[in-house]
């Protein structure tokens, strides 16, 4: 089986995770992002619990693609310490890694 790789993060704001897709697909470091709906995160930030309600975004790209997907993320992303997550998966289906390797050339 062929290997993508999946980009998480998430944002404060659904006008923040719709960009950030828009400008990875248009920039062909990623084949495709999903926004997903609100999550409650809870977390700990300057010394205490906080909760605050985000959208995550998943981005599909591959392997090659990750370095500069993932530098775009730090330099684009609103949080002062974004979470940036990378998971190497296998594809169930060879065309769809056809496809994201395709979709994610510059």
Do not use: N
Not at 25 to 36: D, E, I, P, S
Not at 74 to 97: D, F, K, M, N, T
């Amino acid at each position: 089986m062929e290997r993508i790789c999946v980009v998480t993060t998430v944002v404060d704001a659904r006008s923040v995770a719709d960009l950030l897709a828009a400008a990875a697909v248009a920039g062909r470091l990623a084949a495709c992002a999903q926004v997903g709906g609100q999550v409650v995160s809870t977390y700990w930030w300057r010394s205490g619990v906080e909760s605050s309600t985000e959208w995550s975004v998943q981005f599909k790209t591959a392997p090659d693609r990750v370095d500069a997907l993932v530098e775009h993320l730090r330099v684009s992303h609103p949080y002062q310490v974004p979470e940036i997550l990378v998971s190497r998966v296998e594809c169930g289906h060879p065309g769809y890694a056809t496809w994201v390797h395709e979709h994610t050339r510059p």
